[in-house]
Structure formats: structure tokens, C-alpha cells
């Protein structure tokens, strides 16, 4: 699968202005793009730190948005007139105007968010909206078992964004999916470190987690038996919940864990306990068992 987002060339996207070219760079060449400038000098450590950045997220956007770098030591008369204060400062033009900016340096994903919101507000579509709808679509294919198709959509997705964190993730489930944890594992491993920490990425390793226990649960109608007969043995009602959540009965699998916290929430190591987060970690934050869980947890925590 291709996606259709063309990019510009780079010398098109990111040129370096002065003042004698200020007025055709910024102001004319935002009557048809808006173009974020980037005021920086070469003593100015956090500039060092965001050019690159915002570069990154401008070449992201696929032509939506160019950007101008103008060193203030050599152009202290466009500093003055915009009453540049201090360095790095941020403007955004379009149509001539500025219409939105910042100061100081900024996370990845805040510069990223700056970006999409100029674009936006010049009325232009970002990229990344069309890769969220990408990824939306995949996830259906994911839930009514295509899985194929899904990690074929995925890929593309990180063809376009290597750190979409959110395809990243269901590229992994995919595989989980398709039952190859070893490919799954080894996919996740080689995250990007800018997204490892994502909660895409944090959902999918306990996803992966859980498959791996689910590999080894135990029958389902045994390990109630054995609970039903002694509700106090505790490890086979933590086996219990393990083989239930294999079997797709999150609900109960969190009952059953909430359920040996209740009887000692010290149980081998607080197992319960951790087990539950991973569960929670696995699902959605809005999935109603995760919101019933951990709701139930955390009375049994502060009762």
C-alpha cells in the first residue's frame, strides 16, 4: 500500500533568509504557505537543539509548511522590528501576518503539534491527519481479523513516519496477531527511541507479555474446579485469571486478580497486583474494565 503525500524537495521546504531577503522569503512567500521562522544564532545553545527538530517536523509536512532560518547577529533589524526578546523564538506567518509562535526549546512532539496547528490554522491539512486515518482504517482491519491487510497499512504508515507511535504499535500487535511473538518482540525492540516510551509502545509490550503467558495458561474448566473447591488457593486463581484473559474474558481475569489482592496483596511478590497493570497497560485507558479495575484497585488500596 502507498500513500499518497508528496513531499518537496528540501531546499524548497528550508532556506536561510537575511535581511535583504526577509520580505520575499516571509512575508510574500506566506500569502500562499504559511512559513515558520525560526530566529536563532550560532552562541545559542537551545538553538542548536531545536532547528533540527523543527526541520524534522517541517520535511514531515510534506510541503503544508516551509520554514525560514534567520540568524539574529546578522539580522538585527528584523530581530528589533518583531521585538525578538530572546533566542530561539518561533514565528509563524501566513498571509503576511504572524499567527502563532513560541520561545524556548520544545519536545519532538510539541513541535509537532505546533506545526500541525499552523497548518491548520492556514486552513491546510497536515499530514498527520491523513496518516491517523490510515491507522484508524487498520485497526478495523486488525478487529474483524485481516491482519494481513492491517500490517500491510501499518508499514506504510511508518514508511511515511518512522516514529508513528500509534502504527508502530499495531504493527506489533499484527504480529502478535499472526502469532510470531518472536518477530513481535524483536520488532518492538527496535523502536525508535524518541517513541520506546510512547504509550502505544508501553501497551504493546504488555500485549506481548500477556501472549506469552497465554502460550502456557492452563484449562479453564480445571482451574475453576480447583478454585470452586478451595477459593483460597491463590495460584490457581491467579492461573485462573492468566487462562481466562488468554481466552479473551479480560473482565473476569481482572476479578479473579482483584479478587487474590483482596485475600493478601502480598501474595508471591504482589503478584496480583503487577499482573493487573499489565492487564491495564494492555487494554485501552477507556476500556470499562480497565476503568472498573482499576476504580475497584484503588478502594481496596486506600480502604
Known sequence: MELNL?????????????EATFMADVVEASQTTPIIVDFWAPWCGPCKTLGPMLEDAVRAAKGAVKMVKVNVDEAQMIAGQLQ?????????????????????????????????????A???????????????AAEEMLAEGAVTDAAQTFAAVLGEDPKHAAAYGGMVRAHIAMGDLDQAEAFLNGAPIEISKSPELEAAHAQIELARQAE????????TE??????DDLQARFDLAKALYAKG??????????????RDREWNDAAAKTQLFTIFDALKPNDP????????????IFA
Open 6 to 18: 508528496s513531499g518537496a524537495p528540501d531546499a524548497d521546504l528550508i532556506k536561510d533568509s537575511s
Open 84 to 120: 525578538i526578546q530572546s533566542i530561539p523564538t518561533v514565528y509563524a506567518f501566513f498571509k503576511g501576518q504572524p499567527i502563532d509562535g513560541f520561545q524556548g526549546a520544545l519536545p519532538q512532539s510539541e513541535i509537532k503539534n505546533f506545526v500541525d496547528r499552523v497548518i491548520k
Open 122 to 136: 492556514a486552513g491546510g491539512e497536515s499530514p498527520s491527519d491523513g496518516l491517523a486515518e490510515a491507522v484508524a
Open 216 to 223: 502456557n495458561a492452563g484449562p479453564v474448566a480445571e482451574l
Open 226 to 231: 480447583a478454585v470452586e473447591k478451595n477459593p
Open 249 to 262: 474474558d479480560a473482565a473476569a481475569a481482572v476479578d479473579h486478580l482483584l479478587e487474590v489482592f483482596k
Open 289 to 300: 474494565v480497565v476503568l472498573n479495575g482499576r476504580r475497584k484497585l484503588s478502594s481496596m
